[in-house]
Nanobody
Framework: VQLVESGGGLVPPGGSLRLSCAASGFRFSNYYVSWYRQSPGKERELVAQILNYGGITNYADAVKGRFTISRDNAKNMVYLQMNSLKPEDTAVYYC?????WGQGTQVTVSS
Protein backbone atom coordinates (compact mmCIF):
# COMPACT_ATOMS: atom_id res chain seq x y z
CA VAL A 1 0.00 0.00 0.00
CA GLN A 2 1.37 3.37 -1.00
CA LEU A 3 -0.08 6.86 -0.82
CA VAL A 4 1.79 9.79 -2.33
CA GLU A 5 0.61 13.36 -1.82
CA SER A 6 1.52 16.30 -4.03
CA GLY A 7 0.43 19.82 -4.78
CA GLY A 8 1.44 21.66 -1.63
CA GLY A 9 3.24 24.98 -1.64
CA LEU A 10 3.24 28.61 -0.58
CA VAL A 11 0.12 30.62 -1.34
CA PRO A 12 -1.09 34.05 -0.16
CA PRO A 13 -4.22 34.38 1.97
CA GLY A 14 -7.30 34.02 -0.19
CA GLY A 15 -5.49 31.85 -2.67
CA SER A 16 -6.16 28.29 -3.81
CA LEU A 17 -4.31 25.01 -4.01
CA ARG A 18 -5.23 21.56 -5.23
CA LEU A 19 -3.70 18.62 -3.41
CA SER A 20 -3.51 15.19 -5.02
CA CYS A 21 -3.06 11.76 -3.50
CA ALA A 22 -2.00 8.85 -5.69
CA ALA A 23 -2.83 5.42 -4.31
CA SER A 24 -1.34 2.07 -5.26
CA GLY A 25 -1.00 -1.44 -3.95
CA PHE A 26 -4.59 -2.02 -2.85
CA ARG A 27 -8.11 -2.04 -4.23
CA PHE A 28 -8.59 1.69 -3.91
CA SER A 29 -12.29 1.71 -4.76
CA ASN A 30 -13.08 -0.42 -1.69
CA TYR A 31 -11.94 2.20 0.82
CA TYR A 32 -12.96 5.61 2.02
CA VAL A 33 -10.15 8.15 1.90
CA SER A 34 -9.37 10.96 4.30
CA TRP A 35 -7.28 14.10 4.30
CA TYR A 36 -5.74 15.12 7.62
CA ARG A 37 -3.49 18.01 8.54
CA GLN A 38 -1.04 18.75 11.29
CA SER A 39 0.40 22.10 12.34
CA PRO A 40 3.47 22.48 14.59
CA GLY A 41 2.54 21.85 18.20
CA LYS A 42 -0.94 20.61 17.33
CA GLU A 43 -2.49 17.19 16.98
CA ARG A 44 -3.27 15.78 13.57
CA GLU A 45 -6.85 16.66 12.67
CA LEU A 46 -9.34 15.35 10.15
CA VAL A 47 -10.01 17.75 7.29
CA ALA A 48 -12.25 15.82 4.89
CA GLN A 49 -13.39 12.32 4.00
CA ILE A 50 -14.96 10.73 0.95
CA LEU A 51 -16.63 7.35 0.87
CA ASN A 52 -15.68 4.78 -1.74
CA TYR A 53 -18.82 5.19 -3.81
CA GLY A 54 -21.68 7.60 -4.00
CA GLY A 55 -19.66 10.75 -3.51
CA ILE A 56 -20.63 11.05 0.15
CA THR A 57 -18.30 13.49 1.87
CA ASN A 58 -17.62 14.84 5.32
CA TYR A 59 -15.74 18.02 6.28
CA ALA A 60 -14.34 19.62 9.37
CA ASP A 61 -16.27 22.73 10.34
CA ALA A 62 -13.16 24.86 9.82
CA VAL A 63 -13.03 24.07 6.09
CA LYS A 64 -16.69 23.66 5.13
CA GLY A 65 -17.56 25.76 2.12
CA ARG A 66 -13.90 26.32 1.23
CA PHE A 67 -12.46 22.83 0.64
CA THR A 68 -13.78 20.12 -1.67
CA ILE A 69 -12.68 16.49 -1.62
CA SER A 70 -13.15 14.30 -4.69
CA ARG A 71 -11.90 11.01 -6.05
CA ASP A 72 -11.33 9.26 -9.34
CA ASN A 73 -11.51 5.52 -8.73
CA ALA A 74 -10.43 4.76 -12.28
CA LYS A 75 -7.15 6.61 -11.68
CA ASN A 76 -6.74 5.69 -8.00
CA MET A 77 -6.60 9.37 -7.14
CA VAL A 78 -8.06 11.62 -4.47
CA TYR A 79 -8.02 15.40 -4.58
CA LEU A 80 -8.48 18.22 -2.13
CA GLN A 81 -9.40 21.54 -3.71
CA MET A 82 -8.68 24.29 -1.21
CA ASN A 83 -10.06 27.77 -1.84
CA SER A 84 -10.09 30.98 0.21
CA LEU A 85 -7.07 29.77 2.11
CA LYS A 86 -6.28 31.30 5.49
CA PRO A 87 -3.03 31.44 7.46
CA GLU A 88 -4.53 28.96 9.92
CA ASP A 89 -4.74 26.40 7.11
CA THR A 90 -0.94 26.20 7.18
CA ALA A 91 -0.01 22.60 7.95
CA VAL A 92 1.34 19.38 6.57
CA TYR A 93 -1.52 17.63 4.79
CA TYR A 94 -1.72 13.85 4.79
CA CYS A 95 -3.74 11.38 2.78
CA UNK A 96 -5.02 8.31 4.64
CA UNK A 97 -6.67 5.13 3.39
CA UNK A 98 -6.73 1.41 4.19
CA UNK A 99 -4.97 2.11 7.47
CA UNK A 100 -1.99 3.71 5.72
CA TRP A 101 -0.63 7.23 5.55
CA GLY A 102 1.21 9.17 2.91
CA GLN A 103 4.35 11.18 3.65
CA GLY A 104 2.50 14.50 3.64
CA THR A 105 2.73 17.71 1.66
CA GLN A 106 3.39 21.13 3.16
CA VAL A 107 0.85 23.90 2.68
CA THR A 108 1.88 27.38 3.78
CA VAL A 109 -0.54 30.29 3.61
CA SER A 110 1.31 33.56 4.05
CA SER A 111 1.73 36.94 2.44
Amino acid sequence: VQLVESGGGLVPPGGSLRLSCAASGFRFSNYYVSWYRQSPGKERELVAQILNYGGITNYADAVKGRFTISRDNAKNMVYLQMNSLKPEDTAVYYCQAAGKWGQGTQVTVSS
